[in-house]
């Protein structure tokens, strides 16, 4: 079994940056997703795509994240990275890191079609 966990969540101002962390383990060496990536679901909302990376390193951000936010994986560490810079009030949310993460149409799928999902960390932007 795949297994992810999240750290790096916490409460900042607006303008402000938090770099969040997904270890992976559960992996062999016959098996690697395609592609790892981070969605995020506000209170009412219905979760949605942030950014994702494949294993060739080509990234897809959501529109309202790009110029801010930067995915990377250090793959010596088995680890996943969000690095979230001039956070927005309308950042604030549980934010999810997920395996296995396709491409519909040159974006980020839906989560249906997620196969591996972490426990969610919480990010929270104040003025």
């Known amino acids: 079994q795949v297994r992810l966990v999240e750290s790096g969540g916490g409460s900042v101002h607006t303008g402000?940056?938090?770099?969040?962390?997904c270890v992976e383990s559960g992996y062999t060496n016959t098996y690697t997703p395609?592609?790892?990536?981070?969605?995020?679901q506000a209170p009412g909302k219905e979760r949605e795509g942030?950014?994702?990376i494949d294993?060739?390193?080509v990234t897809t951000y959501a529109d309202s994240v790009?110029?801010?936010f930067t995915i990377?994986?250090?793959?010596?560490k088995n680890t996943l990275y969000?690095?979230?810079?001039?956070?927005k009030s309308e950042d604030t949310a549980m934010y999810y890191c997920a395996?296995?993460?396709p491409r519909v149409g040159g974006e980020i799928a839906p989560p249906s079609l997620v196969n591996f999902w972490g426990q969610g960390t919480q990010v929270t932007v104040s003025t």
């Open 66 to 68: 790009k110029g801010r």
């Open 72 to 76: 990377s994986q250090d793959n010596a």
């Open 16 to 21: 402000g940056s938090l770099r969040l962390s």
């Open 99 to 101: 395996a296995d993460v």
């Open 82 to 87: 969000l690095q979230m810079d001039s956070l």
């Open 50 to 52: 942030v950014a994702i």
């Open 34 to 40: 395609y592609s790892m990536g981070w969605f995020r």
């Open 55 to 57: 294993s060739d390193g």
